[in-house]
Every structure is written in C-alpha cells, then in structure tokens.
C-alpha cells in the first residue's frame, strides 16, 4: 500500500518526475521546460500538479488544430479499431494509399506525383536525398546556413548550426555544400544569396553534380527567416539557367 501512494505522489509531482527522468533518461534528450504534462486540450495543457499554461509550441509547430482535436481522437480511434500497425513494406492499407493521393493532388495538381511516408521529419530527408542521388547519379547536395534537417548523421551534415547539433559527432558526410540564407538582421540579402550559388558554383562544385537542394520556406530553428517567393521564384529560375535542371 505505501508503495502505491508513493507512485501515485511521484506521478503527481514534477520534481519528483524530473528526478526520475533525470536518472532514466539521456541528458542528450534535451527538456525545455521543467514541468511534466498530464493531459492537454485545444492551445492548452495542464502539468501533473493541475497547472495550466497556454502552449505556444504546439510539439514544435505540427499541431495545427491542438491538442486532442475531436476530428483527429476519432480518425485515430477508428483506426485503432481496424489495424494499429501493418507496416507498409509487408502489407498495404487503404489509408496510406488514399493519404497519398489526396498529397499528390494538393502537390502536383495534374501532374503524375507519389509520396511516400516516414516516421520522422530526418528520416523524410535521408531518404529525399537517397532517391535524389539514385534518380540524378549526382552525389552533390546544396542545404542553406541555418537550416534544420534532423538529428540523424546525415541530418545534422545538412543542418546549418554548429551548436547544440555537431559537437563531438563528426566526422561528417562528404557532398554536402552551404549557402546563405536571406537574414535582413545581419544583413544578407536575396540577392547576396543568388550571388552566392553562382560562386558555389563555380568555384565549389558543377551544378551537373548536384542531386538536390534542400530549402525551407521558412526557418525555424535558424531564427524563424522566411524566404520569401520572390526568393523562391528568383532562385528556381537561377537554378534552371544551368545545368542542375
């Protein structure tokens, strides 16, 4: 009985919690904030001591609708009550297949598109970048100064920040080539970043080397710097004047 009010006290307490996270868990996972949740509705969450706190982070920016949307809890109910897991390589079901249409409709409109899925954002881009160094027989692959593409090793290569991402996890993938990215703040501009791939390359690596580029439309990590679509429209039309396209 003691050791039951005892687990009950601990999961309603926060330092006791942290305490046991900190024996438990990597210190390479890093927490933010020192409080542990216990449930969460809409823009709101509420740790295991009754606090409540307005969530400005949303599991950094994926939570579009909140916390618990009633749309979402059903559509996951639902399908728990169908299949919890098949794996896709061993079977097919029918919401991975009309998921993808539904993308390649919104993505590509009339032209032939197909997606496949991942359980990460840095697993998304290691195998973007294997199926372009597949496609193209290039080996060369273009990120930008700020950028954020995972925790993986070939992630963090692509990841434009030295801190808290790269120490002591070298050495790094080869190929992999930086740009700057447009920050009015410390003054580099669009066209500074234009000015920037011509030099690349020239000096750096043929643009028929180049598999991909990978860009984010708007940084988050890196400052929360958007590109915006004159940057965007501007660089594609640079990129097809050369031998890249």
């Given at each position: 009985m003691q050791n039951v009010m005892a687990e009950q006290q601990a999961y309603s307490d926060n330092s006791l919690l942290l305490d046991a996270r900190e024996q438990n868990v990597p210190r390479g996972v890093?927490?933010?904030?020192?409080?542990?949740?216990?449930?969460?509705?809409?823009?709101?969450v509420w740790d295991v001591e009754g606090n409540r706190y307005l969530d400005f982070v949303g599991g950094i920016g994926v939570l579009n609708v909140g916390h618990?949307?009633?749309?979402?809890?059903?559509?996951?109910?639902?399908?728990?009550?169908?299949?919890?897991?098949?794996?896709?390589?061993?079977?097919?079901?029918?919401?991975?297949?009309?998921l993808a249409q539904r993308l390649n409709k919104l993505v590509g409109g009339d032209d032939a598109c197909k997606s496949v899925f991942f359980t990460s954002g840095a697993e998304a881009v290691e195998n973007a970048v294997k199926i372009a160094r597949a496609h193209t027989q290039r080996p060369g692959i273009i990120a930008f100064e700020g950028a954020f593409h995972g925790r993986t090793l070939l992630g963090v290569t692509l990841t434009g920040m030295s801190a808290p991402y790269?120490?002591?996890?070298g050495p790094f993938h080869g190929d992999i080539y930086r740009l700057p990215f447009p920050n009015p703040l410390h003054g580099i501009s669009e066209v500074d970043c234009l000015k920037a791939l011509d030099q690349l390359f020239a000096v750096q690596i043929l643009p028929e080397r180049v598999?991909?580029?990978?860009?984010?439309?708007?940084?988050?990590?890196?400052?929360?710097?958007?590109?915006?679509?004159?940057?965007?429209?501007?660089?594609?039309?640079?990129?097809?004047?050369?031998?890249?396209?």
């Amino acid at each position: 009985m003691q050791n039951v009010m005892a687990e009950q006290q601990a999961y309603s307490d926060n330092s006791l919690l942290l305490d046991a996270r900190e024996q438990n868990v990597p210190r390479g996972v890093v927490t933010a904030h020192p409080l542990v949740i216990e449930r969460a509705k809409g823009s709101e969450v509420w740790d295991v001591e009754g606090n409540r706190y307005l969530d400005f982070v949303g599991g950094i920016g994926v939570l579009n609708v909140g916390h618990n949307h009633p749309t979402v809890v059903n559509a996951v109910t639902r399908q728990l009550g169908m299949v919890s897991h098949a794996c896709f390589q061993v079977v097919a079901y029918p919401g991975y297949i009309t998921l993808a249409q539904r993308l390649n409709k919104l993505v590509g409109g009339d032209d032939a598109c197909k997606s496949v899925f991942f359980t990460s954002g840095a697993e998304a881009v290691e195998n973007a970048v294997k199926i372009a160094r597949a496609h193209t027989q290039r080996p060369g692959i273009i990120a930008f100064e700020g950028a954020f593409h995972g925790r993986t090793l070939l992630g963090v290569t692509l990841t434009g920040m030295s801190a808290p991402y790269k120490q002591n996890f070298g050495p790094f993938h080869g190929d992999i080539y930086r740009l700057p990215f447009p920050n009015p703040l410390h003054g580099i501009s669009e066209v500074d970043c234009l000015k920037a791939l011509d030099q690349l390359f020239a000096v750096q690596i043929l643009p028929e080397r180049v598999a991909a580029i990978l860009i984010e439309p708007v940084q988050g990590d890196g400052g929360f710097l958007p590109a915006g679509p004159a940057f965007m429209q501007a660089l594609i039309a640079s990129l097809r004047s050369t031998a890249f396209c």
